[in-house]
């Protein structure tokens, strides 16, 4: 089955403290996975996708095939960064994504 | 560009009424989903919409039914509300691996 779980509903750290928001998947295939980010008031967006292997907002996110994690990362949280977080998994070939259930991250000053 | 539109913002509905949540797109895009969005659920797919004319059902269809009117809108309908359709709804668009979300509708079925 095709599954995306994100254990931590909320994620609570200081600014400045590294960030590492968990993500595991189940995939019998080639997995194609991503992070989606929704700040307060705004609209749910792409923050990274694990093909492109970039650094955004000074997040990254390694694909472990062997540990089917997906984790996303950031040595120096921001408060900028507090925002509801979601993995999320392509199914085959269509469009089609399968998301976790979503960490809040909240970052205090 | 206005991406994705999604209209009414807020509805309250009753047990038992119909209505449709509106959704349209000014990206030309060809694919386009409907989610709900619950505490500890995340996002699930209601249905989605590969191009026009095309339909196919999602993780949680029932209760649910959708047109693809046109390339730009896709508009998602239920016949009779239950508390619980109790949710946010967003309507989604993609060229292809990336999804443009639109700024979701509340609905609350009493």
């Known amino acids: 089955a095709q599954r995306v779980t994100q254990p931590e509903k909320l994620l609570s750290v200081f600014k400045g403290a590294p960030v590492e928001l968990k993500c595991n998947y189940s995939?019998?295939?080639?997995?194609?996975l991503f992070w989606y980010v929704q700040y307060s008031r705004q609209r749910l967006q792409l923050l990274l996708r694990h093909i492109s292997r970039e650094s955004i907002k000074g997040f990254t996110a390694d694909l472990n095939k062997g540990e089917t994690s997906f984790h996303l990362k950031k040595p120096f949280a921001q408060e900028e960064d507090s925002a509801m977080y979601y993995c999320a998994l392509r199914s085959g070939n269509t469009g089609k994504l399968i998301f976790g259930q979503g960490t809040t991250l909240q970052v205090k000053p | 560009n206005a991406g994705v539109t999604q209209t009414p913002k807020f509805q309250v509905l009753k047990t038992g009424q119909s209505m449709t949540l509106q959704c349209a797109q000014d990206?030309?895009?060809?694919?386009m989903y409907w989610y709900r969005q619950d505490p500890g659920m995340g996002l699930r797919l209601i249905y989605y919409?590969?191009?026009?004319?095309?339909?196919d059902k999602g993780e949680v269809p029932n209760g649910y039914n959708v047109s693809r009117l046109n390339k730009r809108e896709f508009s998602l309908r239920l016949e009779s509300a239950a508390p619980s359709q109790t949710s946010v709804y967003f309507c989604?668009?993609?060229?292809?691996?990336?999804?443009?979300f639109g700024p979701g509708t509340r609905l609350t079925v009493t």
């Open positions: 990206m030309n895009h060809n694919s």
């Open positions: 995939y019998s295939g080639s997995p194609e």
């Open positions: 919409s590969a191009s026009e004319g095309t339909t």
């Open positions: 989604a668009s993609s060229p292809h691996y990336e999804q443009y």
